[in-house]
């Protein structure tokens, strides 16, 4: 009997791949320099050079039981401490290495923490936009997912409806900053008042509450804007990071699982992470970006391109009469749809011009399209007629 559960997941795309796979249609039928794909955040900055030839030169000195063979399961103990040097000197003290659990990417990491942090049938908050495999996540760890909506445009959370959900009982809060879709990174003001609130939930109830802190994004800010080191703020924190954005590296799959020494019964909760880890199938993560890790944890993109395109965009289509949420970090602008049309209207009108866009509603929110910008300098210039087109469709 095939579980029904799994079948469903199987036969429902993702919104994000759907448009992507459209996009590769259009264009083997039009050509590439006519689609404007905006779809899927797939960093086009290059890999750092340190980080290629250090992988170069792991290949020509290969051996290959130590380069190919497995690692222990939460990783090399050399990659474990590369890592947990740089969340040191963001916290401004000692990490252990033995705070990290080495994973296959943040989506593994996210995964493995719900799993070893939720039991069945209890309630996890997600602010609201949020990447739509959270739901995915916490549902398969036997969770109910609670949406906290945006207060406005600057895409922080509605307290009042964030202070609502944590009554209602939740196990864990995940926060995405700088966030995929809008760009919009938590204010430290922001953060401590969510504190505030899960501590007060803390010791009324008795029990733990665990904010999860996915930061795939956290290098790529823009001008004067830093990101929070969450744990110094909310002790019971979790972190999950991955390198595929600041090392140009999604399809390699490398990333890691934070349990600080502030969080609660931290060696608890690092056990249980092994332990969710091992359930799901989690061997290793992939040895050679592991090794490569141990000499490349401190290397930070060039963000240079992205920084470019953010501004060519957001300048462009705000003359142009869009709504637009100006992003601190990541590569994604959130631009409202016009005249009161939903987020799927917006994105088939933007088709018309070649403009692929990704509708909101998946990400929690109604009425707004994510724009990846992480694309050739050329291609978002050049797609600016379109976008024009666009604008007087909807008589802007």
């Given at each position: 009997?095939?579980?029904?559960?799994?079948?469903a997941l199987g036969?429902?795309?993702?919104a994000?791949?759907?448009i992507?796979?459209?996009g590769?249609?259009?264009?083997?039928?039009?050509?590439?320099?006519?689609?404007?794909?905006?779809?899927?955040?797939n960093?086009?900055?290059?890999?750092?050079?340190?980080?290629?030839?250090?992988?170069?030169?792991?290949?020509?000195?290969e051996?290959?039981?130590?380069?190919h063979?497995?690692?222990?399961?939460?990783?090399?103990m050399?990659?474990?401490?590369a890592?947990?040097?740089?969340?040191?000197?963001?916290?401004?003290?000692?990490?252990?290495?033995?705070?990290i659990?080495?994973?296959?990417?943040?989506?593994?990491?996210?995964?493995?923490v719900?799993?070893?942090?939720?039991?069945?049938?209890e309630?996890v908050?997600?602010?609201?936009?949020?990447f739509?495999e959270?739901?995915?996540?916490?549902?398969n760890?036997?969770a109910?997912?609670?949406i906290?909506p945006p207060?406005?445009?600057?895409?922080?959370p509605?307290?009042?409806?964030?202070?609502?959900?944590?009554?209602?009982?939740?196990?864990?809060?995940?926060?995405?900053?700088?966030?995929?879709?809008?760009?919009?990174i938590?204010?430290?003001?922001?953060?401590r008042?969510m504190?505030?609130?899960?501590?007060?939930?803390?010791?009324?109830?008795?029990?733990?509450?665990?904010?999860?802190?996915d930061?795939?994004?956290?290098?790529?800010?823009?001008?004067?804007?830093?990101?929070?080191?969450?744990?110094?703020?909310?002790?019971?924190?979790?972190?999950c990071?991955?390198?595929?954005?600041?090392?140009?590296?999604?399809?390699?799959?490398?990333?890691?699982?934070?349990?600080?020494?502030?969080?609660?019964?931290?060696?608890e909760?690092?056990?249980?992470?092994?332990g969710?880890?091992?359930?799901?199938?989690?061997?290793?993560?992939?040895?050679?970006?592991q090794?490569?890790?141990?000499?490349?944890a401190?290397?930070?993109?060039?963000?240079?391109?992205?920084?470019?395109?953010?501004?060519?965009?957001?300048?462009a289509?705000?003359?142009?009469?869009?709504?637009?949420?100006?992003?601190?970090g990541?590569?994604?602008?959130?631009?409202?749809?016009p005249?009161?049309?939903?987020?799927?209207?917006?994105?088939?009108?933007?088709?018309k011009f070649?403009?692929l866009?990704v509708?909101?509603?998946?990400?929690?929110?109604?009425?707004?399209?994510?724009?990846?910008?992480?694309?050739?300098?050329?291609?978002?210039?050049?797609?600016?007629?379109?976008?024009?087109k666009l604008?007087?469709?909807?008589?802007?």
């Amino acid at each position: 009997m095939i579980a029904k559960k799994m079948l469903a997941l199987g036969k429902s795309d993702s919104a994000i791949r759907a448009i992507a796979a459209y996009g590769d249609a259009r264009r083997s039928e039009i050509g590439s320099e006519n689609v404007f794909d905006f779809s899927i955040g797939n960093p086009n900055v290059p890999t750092p050079e340190k980080v290629k030839n250090t992988l170069i030169e792991l290949l020509q000195n290969e051996e290959s039981l130590a380069l190919h063979g497995y690692t222990a399961a939460p990783g090399a103990m050399a990659a474990r401490k590369a890592a947990a040097e740089q969340e040191s000197k963001r916290a401004g003290y000692d990490i252990p290495a033995e705070s990290i659990y080495l994973t296959s990417g943040a989506s593994s990491s996210l995964s493995i923490v719900l799993s070893a942090l939720v039991s069945e049938g209890e309630k996890v908050a997600v602010l609201a936009p949020f990447f739509p495999e959270y739901k995915v996540f916490a549902e398969n760890a036997g969770a109910e997912i609670l949406i906290v909506p945006p207060a406005g445009d600057d895409m922080q959370p509605f307290m009042a409806a964030f202070e609502n959900a944590v009554e209602q009982g939740v196990a864990a809060v995940i926060i995405n900053s700088p966030n995929n879709p809008s760009g919009a990174i938590l204010s430290e003001q922001t953060l401590r008042v969510m504190s505030k609130i899960l501590q007060a939930a803390q010791e009324e109830k008795g029990k733990s509450i665990y904010l999860i802190a996915d930061e795939p994004y956290r290098e790529l800010v823009y001008g004067d804007v830093t990101v929070p080191f969450v744990p110094n703020i909310y002790p019971n924190t979790i972190v999950c990071y991955s390198y595929s954005k600041s090392l140009s590296l999604p399809g390699e799959r490398l990333g890691y699982i934070m349990v600080p020494p502030c969080v609660k019964d931290s060696a608890e909760v690092f056990a249980a992470v092994c332990g969710a880890g091992r359930a799901l199938g989690y061997v290793c993560a992939p040895s050679l970006m592991q090794h490569m890790l141990a000499q490349c944890a401190d290397v930070r993109p060039d963000i240079t391109s992205y920084a470019k395109n953010r501004d060519t965009l957001y300048d462009a289509l705000s003359g142009m009469g869009f709504d637009c949420v100006k992003p601190d970090g990541a590569f994604y602008l959130f631009v409202k749809a016009p005249k009161g049309d939903s987020a799927g209207e917006f994105c088939e009108k933007a088709k018309k011009f070649e403009i692929l866009l990704v509708p909101s509603d998946s990400f929690g929110v109604a009425g707004y399209a994510r724009l990846a910008y992480c694309v050739s300098e050329k291609t978002a210039e050049n797609s600016l007629p379109a976008f024009r087109k666009l604008a007087e469709e909807y008589g802007l």
